[in-house]
């Protein structure tokens, strides 16, 4: 009987790749692909995990100034300044919010770097998001107790005049009598809308503290007006009543003999 060999049942058996291993090549390649897809979308999102976490430190710093629906407009020029008597003054932050309405605040800082201001004034030109609500005197004074300190309230500490009439002064509530603290003040001017606060915590004294504010008033100057000319008139009349900071103006020290919370002054002999 004639035998043949094994391999002759298939001459072409060796002349390409067994279908099964052709499948398995494309399954790796396959997965190949898709794992290296994978690393590069982990890259992808690392790199914008370490964009963020550079970026985070400006934002923490920019949050506690704003409030719903204001932001920072960085592109906004400096409409106010503050002239200085002392060239070594501590340093001073000039921040600018805008709300969607068209509310502007200008909002001037001054104290150590890194450290809580010393002083603060904001000059508010409000729009159509100030409504009857925020105009109210309480809401005033929260939102000024919220900037000097958010876990107290202000009382009423009398008065003083600077070169955009009479200033409201407030403090806050449950100081202890003949310590030193801050002193917050509110003018509002009804045309043009306009509305200065602040506080400083400058003075060792009640009548130290209110001449300061007294003033960082009488210092504060219009650098632009815009299309606003009410706005440069009502800074062109301030400026004819504007006081020496040197010798306070007779009103300052008459409404603080009037009006003062503490330390009256006393006219004439006993």
């Known amino acids: 009987m004639q035998s043949y060999p094994a391999n002759s049942a298939d001459p072409g058996y060796h ?27 982990l890259v992808l999102l690392g790199m914008v995990g370490l964009h963020l976490w550079d970026e985070l430190p400006a934002a923490i710093t920019v949050e506690p100034a704003l409030t719903p629906d204001w932001s920072v407009a960085s592109r906004s020029r400096p409409a106010f300044a503050v002239s200085s008597l002392d060239p070594s003054e501590k ?24 450290d809580r201001p010393v002083a603060e004034l904001e000059i508010y030109r409000p729009g159509g998001e100030f409504g009857p609500r925020e105009a109210t005197p309480e809401a005033v004074e929260a939102d000024l107790a919220a900037r000097i ?62 001449a300061a504010i007294g003033c960082l008033l009488n210092r504060l100057t219009l650098l632009a007006s815009g299309n606003e000319p009410k706005l440069a008139e009502l800074f062109a009349r301030a400026e004819l009543r504007r006081g020496s900071c040197a010798n306070p103006a007779a009103p300052a020290i008459a409404a603080d003999w009037v009006m003062g919370a503490e330390n009256p002054r006393l006219r004439g002999p006993l």
């Not at 067994?18 to 494309?26: E, I, Q």
């Not at 921040?95 to 001054?110: A, S």
């Open 15 to 41: 002349a390409g790749i067994h279908p099964a291993l052709t499948s398995f090549l494309d399954e790796c390649l396959a997965t190949l692909a898709r794992l290296i897809a994978y690393v590069g979308a």
């Open 91 to 114: 340093s001073e932050t000039y921040v600018i919010l805008r709300h969607p309405e068209g509310g502007r605040k200008d909002i001037l800082q001054w104290g150590p770097q890194g």
């Open 149 to 210: 300190d958010p876990d107290r309230t202000v009382e009423p500490a009398g008065v003083v005049e600077s070169k955009f009439g009479t200033v409201t002064l407030l403090r806050l509530t449950g100081t202890p009598e003949g310590t030193k603290a801050c002193l917050g003040f509110i003018k509002r001017v009804g045309d043009p809308a306009l509305q200065i606060s602040g506080w400083s915590c400058q003075g060792s004294g009640a009548a130290a503290q209110r």
